[in-house]
């Protein structure tokens, strides 16, 4: 009988192939801090508004180059289950918030880093986590007794979620515009607001433009160019005659019958062009197709008519213009929307011609569109990330009616909190309250460190204006402690940014046993 590691003489017993590995005790730490440790140094060097960019190769050849921590981590290609965990979480911050992703990762890596060394001195897991979660709660009530409602800040908002981007050059432009798109939507509804590439121009010369944009060709040239003040119809139904799903052949055996059967089907073609002209409608958008000789009549008519939309397009452009998706051309006069303007244009560049129909419906506008200039590339797709998670962030401010003070302000506010509470705490949670304070003064450490300042001195600087009574201070710009001003960020997008962190550093705690199929 073979001897058991323990000399029972029992033989052990496997559960598992040979390939599998089992790591436990001390191990498990070692292997969930170390892969959190080093998804934080992923992002650290980003982060605050003198982050550096990342350059991305992507497997598919592409390069890109950004700062956006979503961006960042969607990239990668982890494999260790903590890492997932992080990419996961990431995945949770942008999905209900839009931005605050690296803030949200620093703070998971740095809680684990802290659990590691308590973990290390003998800390059981659970009183690590129970700790963490008294911690929460005291900062959970220091956001609420610290936000403010959004009023006429929101421009501030849009603004603070675009600094440090590529977009900076433009910053006071593009803040002002995410503002104003955010005020004509209706019940701050973010995807009411779209994003088109100028292709020339810079950020600098965006505009906003209460309507839509099409990128689509003219099927007929000598449509008209230009229309102010128009009626618009939005059909899912063809303009053309029906097509027989069943194949039949038609005996025609004199020249009358003939022209009978071409005189029929031009009656139906005039019986469409009769109900257009009818309904009052200038443009005519359809999502399926139009007869050739329907965009002939309408055009000599001064009519505008677009088929072969696809069916989400058709629906933004009736969205946008206020009318009803009309899917019978009997019914197109009750279901017309307004518009102030459309304009066709013909952009020349590099890539050869492109079209482009404007579709301006003013300030009762469904669906705006901020027209991003800038070169087609990399950088127009990293101008469009940037203004779009400051839409996110302008948005949730306004739904919630709620920001507060960014710069790491609230951080230090809630370390120096959280200090006070563990210090009335007798039982070893206290060492993990304290732990807590620490990893979340790695916000403000960060914001100092990627400014080229010293972290340690910059952190004992900001803590002293706090503890004198000067709340309102933290890492400004330049990166030394001071009063922040103008920086706001959603009071949502930071609560669960703190939130989800913590959480995801407890439940990673949890873990006693690390089970690998593949060995590693």
Known sequence: MAQAPDGSGTAPVRITNSSTSVTSGAGVTQKLVGAAIAFGNVLRGTFGPNGLDKMLYKTNGEAAVTNDGAKIVAELLVKHPAAKAFVSLAESQENACGDGVTGCILLASELMSEAGRLLERGLHPLILVKGYQMALSHTVDEIESRSQTAGSNLEQVARTALVGRSTEVALDHLSKLISQAVEMIPDSDFERVRMAKAGEGTPATSTLIPGIILEKRLALERMPRELNQSKVSVLSCPLELEQSVVSAEIEIETPEQYERFIDA???????????????????????????????????????????????????????????????????????????????????????????????EVGQNAGIVTILVGGADGVAAEETIRGLFDSLRSTCL????????????????????????????????????????????????????????????????????????????????????????????????????????????????????????????
């Open 397 to 520: 401010a306004k739904e919630d009616d709620s920001i507060i003070l960014g710069g790491g302000s609230l951080h230090m506010a809630t370390s120096l909190r959280v200090r006070e509470a563990a210090e009335n705490c007798s039982g070893r949670e206290r060492l993990s309250m304290e732990a807590f304070a620490r990893a979340i003064e790695s916000i403000p450490a960060a914001l100092a460190a990627n400014a080229g300042e010293d972290r340690i001195d910059t952190l004992l600087e900001l803590r002293s204006l706090h503890r004198s009574g000067k709340i309102d201070s933290g890492i400004t710009q330049s990166g030394k402690a001071g009063q922040i001003k103008g920086v706001w960020l959603p009071t949502y997008t930071l609560e669960h940014a703190i939130s989800a962190a913590c959480e995801s550093a407890c439940g990673l705690l949890r873990v006693d046993q690390v089970i690998s199929a593949r060995g590693d």
């Open 265 to 359: 089907e031009q009656d139906k073609i005039d019986e469409i062009i009769s109900k257009v002209k009818a309904s009052g409608a200038n443009i005519v958008f359809s999502a399926e197709g139009i007869d050739s000789r329907v965009l002939h009549s309408l055009a000599d008519s001064g009519i505008f008519a677009l088929g072969g939309l696809e069916r989400p397009i058709a629906e933004d452009v009736a969205k946008a213009c206020g009318a009803q998706l009309c899917d019978h051309i009997g019914d197109i006069s009750s279901s017309l929307g307004d518009l102030a303007r459309l304009e066709h244009q013909r952009l020349e560049g590099s890539e050869g011609v492109k079209e482009r129909i404007i579709l």
